[in-house]
């Protein structure tokens, strides 16, 4: 009967013990759900945003909302959005913000800002055996870009010197379009960020090749709309500077990217 008695109390025990590791798991996902949400809304750019295997939005910003909004005491819901409509989205409030490699570059009255977080080069990358070398040799040419970038701001409005002319600017909504336009020859080269045609590259083994000149070095921020007076955008400015001072900005990018420490450098970009 002893015997019996001490199984009987080591088995309460164990009742206890997993009814009450229960009950905090409970409490956890309880606190969890009760945060207030932001919804964050990109499109698929990878590695700033897409999906895994399993479906799940994963990326540089993601990683980096998610652990910025956590700290401020906030759920991210990560949305994918028409990017050609992504001041509508934000100023009607079915987004909260727009974090998806975004340029603040000539956009700082459009919106409210968070950031700049991350410096980003935007770039023209050819095909390996293109006789294009530098961005004078573009004049005349076909370019092919993601519609309302700055790449096709640049090339369509030719405010800036240093942009040659080209023949015709291809804008295209997907984004993935522009890389298959350069690979079958339909257009002489491509202009996005510097990160975003590597990841492709990588990707898809496509043999592109980087003009060395940039076209602009940008920062990339986080956008709210003008009417929204929370005041979200300032906390998290200080939030992902933070991040920053304490490393968990560069782990997060050296997941994505070598020498993370260099997209880091925003100091001369800020406004």
């Not at 025990?13 to 009950?23: P, R, S």
């Not at 990588?202 to 929370?230: C, P, Q």
Request: hydrophobic fraction near 35%.
């Amino acid at each position: 009967m002893k015997g019996k008695r001490v199984i009987a109390g080591i088995l309460l025990a164990g009742i206890l013990a997993v009814t009450l590791a229960g009950c905090k798991n409970t409490d956890n996902t309880k606190e969890e759900t009760e945060k207030p949400v932001i919804t964050l809304g990109s499109d698929n750019y990878p590695p700033y945003n897409y999906l895994n295997e399993d479906g799940v939005p994963t990326g540089i910003d993601v990683e980096l909302a998610t652990e910025a909004f956590r700290r401020m005491g906030y759920q991210v819901e990560v949305v994918q959005i028409n990017w050609e409509k992504k001041k509508e989205l934000v100023e009607s409030g079915e987004i909260d913000c727009i974090m998806g490699c975004f340029s603040m570059e000539g956009r700082l009255d459009d919106y409210r800002w968070a950031g700049p977080y991350i410096a980003s080069r935007q770039v023209v990358a050819v095909n390996e055996n293109s006789d294009i070398y530098k961005l004078g040799d573009l004049e005349g040419k076909n370019l092919a870009v993601q519609s309302t970038t700055k790449p096709e701001e640049l090339f369509l409005e030719q405010t800036d010197p240093k942009i040659p002319k080209v023949k015709q600017v291809y804008s295209m909504e997907n984004r993935e379009l522009i890389y298959t336009s350069l690979s079958r020859g339909y257009v002489d080269a491509i202009a996005a960020h510097e990160i975003s045609i590597r990841q492709y590259m990588s990707d898809f083994e496509a043999k592109y090749r980087i003009l060395d000149e940039d076209i602009l070095e940008t920062g990339i921020g986080v956008a709210f709309a003008k009417n929204d007076k929370r005041g979200i955008e300032k906390e998290l400015s200080k939030t992902l500077k933070a991040m920053v001072k304490d490393g968990s900005a560069k782990k997060i990018l050296q997941k994505y990217v070598p020498d993370a420490e260099k997209y880091l450098e925003v100091n001369s970009l800020e406004r």
